[in-house]
């Protein structure tokens, strides 16, 4: 007795006489039964009294209603035993065990973990017909039980968390006496009356998703999204795991924490949209219809519930903080983000969010990663008491509301019931533990101060599966009842008047937990990020249309930054490559044709380059940019602005100037009206061949020669027509004359004959006049001739 008596410390005393009682009439009876039974008793005796490891056969309770029942209730215990032994048991029943009250929430704690049997602990079992009988039991063979109890017949006493154990006794082959061969234990929370003064919860449910979405858009007008995969519509779909949350949540009282990326992406999936394959091809998309659907839900659950956004696409604040800072611009990322995520879900939901509250990852913090998530106009931050710990030695649990200076306030959530639904809840057994010990706990809280009203937070576990969107739905229907708990909204949390006595000081860096910083994006993962917004950046300014590049493209870089790539590095890396990859594919579709060697001949001409946009969009705001590898040999002009349409090309024309003959180098570069460098540089060669000087005195010779042909032959016909006046005068005289002067025009025809045949100058023949040069022809060029493409 005085062993048992130890095991009742800090229960209430109702509660202790009755438990005595039992374990007083227990201990006395069972000599008398080893005695009617011919077994030894001292066996019986340890099989009840004495603490002991792994039983034989596994005991499963799978569903316990109500949960918390009142006076006027029937109790039913459902559920399965499973013989793990190899011997048969035999003469077998299932009972409930009822043990003392539970004093504090480490007590709770302190059970839940305990997996052995001991009658102290335990109890004895509730007497009376409660019980199932199970004649045998088959090695690996399981069976199952239902066990009902009136509430009354537990002679339930104060108030208070009672352990509820679900025992199987029997014998086996080897033990031919009656032992206690598996037991299971949960809680029973007991509150026969209202609480005086109700403790407020507030209930996060989080709608947050993994990234679907690519960089990439088809070039038609409509921009049709290009999804990774078509995994999110398997979630939308009845069963999925966001319709679930959307479906059990929607008639609970929480506050609905949304991702605006996730938003974002079923509505671009309620529309066309297609499904990048593993070889780089796409294929139409068909889940419009579940998409469609789910927002329709959604949209009607927004407009009673409060909605929370985060930043777009859920940013990771602690790599920000310990990793981003150490690259120039990687933080100007999280205000665009939060402006984003306002618009995002008011045009989507068709309600305004609240954007002032920042989630770090587990609730974890320190002085950077506040710094970081009150920076873009988060006020509030959401954190555990796992990580802003109590110092203070308080004797219960405080409200979650701290100001934590610079007008911030921490909103701590309790570690304790935000964990409570990790792990497998798809098996009954689990998800009716968990609920039990989360309704627990709840009760235990306002059973720590009955008299003083505070306001906890349960912030629960990012992504959670369906089975525990299911658990928490049941647990938060469990409190329905609002017998020692009452809804609160988040934001009416945050307002909450702070403790005085509870902890406010936020935690240094250093202890930020190990296991989630080696989660972290790496410091190489924003450099990335940076390249490919600086790339980004300067690709804009040339586009007649940016936002057609910078929407897709912007918001892929702002997921390369999701708190959902924690666990996945790997994929985290190929997504960020395949954004950075995209956009260098699209900066070289605005490219320069390269030239072969050019040939001037003649001391000016133009030299064509040809500039090519492959874009579907038109392109401006850009220069082209010619520079002679010696200057003092071919000047090539000024830069020539570009102006390109969509899909088409443009000759770019510079007027050069030789000053010597020979082989120059020139390089053509594309640059922004700014003067930043667009693409890499395109060379080529230019062979020029000036005009010498001789040349010019041989032709300058030849236009002489013929001016003075010219002359000869009209003073000649001039004389021709003064002579036959002279004749006239001069009749025999004539006659003398005509002979010498037809002798010397003939002559003089003979020798033009003779210069033409010859090809002297003077001499009008076919092929006199200078020939034109073609493009890049490398045949002497008269002066001032262009060469033209």
């Known amino acids: 007795m005085a062993e048992a008596a130890q095991q009742i410390q800090g229960t209430r005393s109702a509660p202790a006489r009755r438990w005595l009682r039992r374990t007083a009439a227990a201990l006395v009876g069972m000599p008398l039964l080893a005695g009617l039974l011919q077994l030894p008793a001292a066996p019986a005796a340890q099989a009840d009294t004495k603490a002991v490891g792994s039983r034989s ?45 539970l004093s504090s929430r480490s007590a709770i704690d302190s059970a839940a973990q305990r997996t052995g049997f001991s009658f102290g602990a335990d109890g004895p079992e509730v007497g009376g017909k409660h019980t199932a009988e199970i004649a045998q039991l088959p090695s690996g063979i399981s069976r199952s039980f239902s066990i009902s109890v009136p509430v009354e017949d537990l002679e339930l006493g104060s108030d208070g968390i009672y352990q509820l154990g679900v025992s199987i006794s029997g014998q086996t082959q080897a033990q031919r006496y009656e032992q206690v061969l598996g037991i299971k234990r949960t809680f029973l929370p007991w509150q026969s009356t209202a609480a005086k003064q109700k403790t407020q919860v507030s209930f996060l449910w989080p709608l947050i998703s993994s990234t679907h979405l690519t960089a990439r858009t088809d070039s038609d007008a409509q921009q049709t999204p290009i999804f990774r995969d078509d995994d999110l519509a398997a979630e939308l779909a009845p069963g999925g795991r966001l319709q679930q949350m959307v479906s059990l949540g929607k008639d609970l009282p929480v506050t609905w924490v949304v991702d605006p990326d996730l938003l974002a992406a079923v509505d671009a999936m309620a529309k066309n949209y297609k499904v990048e394959g593993v070889d780089g091809t796409t294929t139409a998309g068909k889940n419009q219809a579940v998409a ?19 930043p777009f696409a859920d940013p990771d604040l602690a790599s920000l903080a310990h990793r981003g800072k150490e690259v120039s611009g990687a933080l100007g990322h999280l205000k665009p983000a939060t402006d984003l995520a306002s618009g995002t879900v008011e045009t989507i939901l068709g309600k305004k969010p609240r954007t002032d509250f920042a989630w770090p990852v ?25 990580s802003l710990r109590e110092t203070g ?6 409200t979650a509301a701290r100001p934590i200076g610079g007008g911030n ?17 798809s098996g009954a057994e689990n998800s009716t533990l968990a609920k039990q010990r989360f309704l627990a706990q709840t009760l235990m809280v306002t059973m720590q101060a009955p008299e003083k009203q505070r306001s906890i937070v349960v912030a629960p576990q990012r992504v959670p599966t369906a089975s525990q969107a299911r658990t928490m739905a049941e647990a938060l229907r469990g409190l329905e009842h609002d017998r020692w708990t009452e809804p609160l909204d988040l934001g009416d949390a945050a307002k909450a008047k702070p403790d005085p006595r509870a902890t406010s000081q936020v935690p240094a860096p ?11 994006l790496p410091t190489e993962a924003f450099r990335v990020i940076q390249r490919t917004q600086g790339a980004l950046d300067g690709f804009q300014v040339i586009l007649s249309r940016p936002d057609r590049v910078v929407t897709p493209i912007g918001n892929a870089i702002m997921r390369e930054m999701s708190t959902s790539w924690r666990g996945d590095a790997g994929g985290a890396t190929t997504y960020r490559e395949s954004v950075q990859g995209y956009l260098s594919d699209l900066t070289q579709e605005v490219q320069l044709i390269q030239k072969s060697t050019q040939t001037l001949s003649g001391r000016s ?5 040809t500039v090519q946009n492959n874009l579907v969009q038109g392109i401006e705001g850009m220069k082209l940019v010619l520079t002679s590898g010696q200057p003092n040999r071919l000047d090539v002009g ?40 667009y693409g890499g540089p395109m060379t080529f060669q230019v062979n020029v061949t000036e005009i010498t000087s001789t040349v010019m005195l041989v032709i300058a010779g030849g236009v002489l020669l013929l001016v003075l042909a010219g002359i000869r032959m009209y003073t000649q016909r001039k004389r021709a027509a003064v002579a036959p006046d002279a004749a006239e005068d001069s009749g025999s005289q004539e006659e003398t004359s005509d002979e010498p002067a037809g002798s010397g025009e003939q002559a003089t025809d003979e020798q033009e004959s003779d210069r033409t045949e010859q090809g002297e100058p003077g001499a009008e023949q076919q092929g006199d006049v200078m020939p034109d040069t073609g493009p890049e022809s490398s045949s002497a060029s008269g002066t001032g001739e262009k060469v033209d493409r």
């Open 57 to 101: 056969v596994d005991v499963s309770i799978d569903s316990m209603t109500p949960d918390s029942p009142t006076k006027s209730d029937t109790l039913t215990v459902k559920g399965t035993v499973t013989n793990k032994g190899s011997s048969t048991v035999t003469d077998a029943h299932v009972g409930l065990r009822l043990g003392p009250t």
């Open 605 to 609: 001409a133009t030299i064509p380059v």
């Open 409 to 425: 306030t921490a909103v701590v959530s309790d570690a304790r019931l935000s964990t409570a639904f990790e792990g497998d809840m």
């Open 393 to 398: 030695g308080l004797p219960y649990s405080p």
């Open 510 to 520: 250093a202890s930020y937990p190990r296991s989630l910083r080696k989660q972290e």
């Open 292 to 310: 469609k659907q789910w927002l329709k839900e959604l949209q009607d659950v927004a407009d009673t519930h409060e909605v929370v956004a985060l």
């Open 638 to 677: 000024k830069a020539q602005p570009v102006k390109i349409e969509g899909g088409h090309s443009q000759s770019v024309k510079f007027d050069t100037t030789a000053n010597a003959n020979g082989k120059v180098w020139v390089t053509a570069r594309l640059y922004t009206d700014d003067g930043t460098p």
């Open 362 to 386: 587990e609730g974890a913090i320190d002085s950077s990663v506040v710094d970081v998530a009150t920076s873009a106009g988060a006020h509030n931050v959401i954190t555990r008491n796992d």
